[in-house]
């Protein structure tokens, strides 16, 4: 009995470096504009971690009653509990992957501000002042 399928775990691999891929251009973007936040990055942390973590613990539990029926098509098709499981896996990495591809689109449309502009400036204090 084999414990562990080989495509899983390249999927299950695949979706943590998507989730860190997701979580480090999230972070990157708010670096860019200013706003990082400590606490919003833990909780995405935390969260990819118990996504990541609920998906390996429904593998097991599939692993463990691999032939339980949960779709029969009623033309011949049924799909077994691994195979509900890898659709799952493959549909959390699409999703993440979608989320990642954004995410990438907008790091490399995005321009970073530049320090050495002066903040904007009203256009009275670009002509030299107040004209009475």
């Not at 907008?106 to 904007?120: C, G, H, Q, V």
């Amino acid at each position: 009995m084999n414990i562990i399928n080989l495509t899983i775990v390249r999927l299950a691999v695949g979706l943590l470096l998507l989730i860190l891929a997701n979580i480090a251009l999230g972070s990157m973007g708010a670096l860019v504009e200013g706003t990082f936040d400590w606490v919003r990055f833990r909780k995405g942390a935390i969260r990819g971690g118990i996504v990541l973590l609920a998906l390996v613990a429904v593998y097991f539990a599939g692993y463990l009653n691999p032939d339980l029926l949960v779709i029969d098509t009623g033309g011949g098709t049924t799909l077994n509990l691994m195979d509900a499981i890898y659709a799952l896996f493959l549909a959390a990495f699409t999703l993440y992957a979608i989320d990642v591809m954004r995410k990438l689109k907008t790091a490399f449309t995005t321009t970073i501000p530049s320090e050495d502009k002066p903040p904007d400036a009203d256009e009275e204090s670009l002509e030299g002042g107040d004209e009475e």
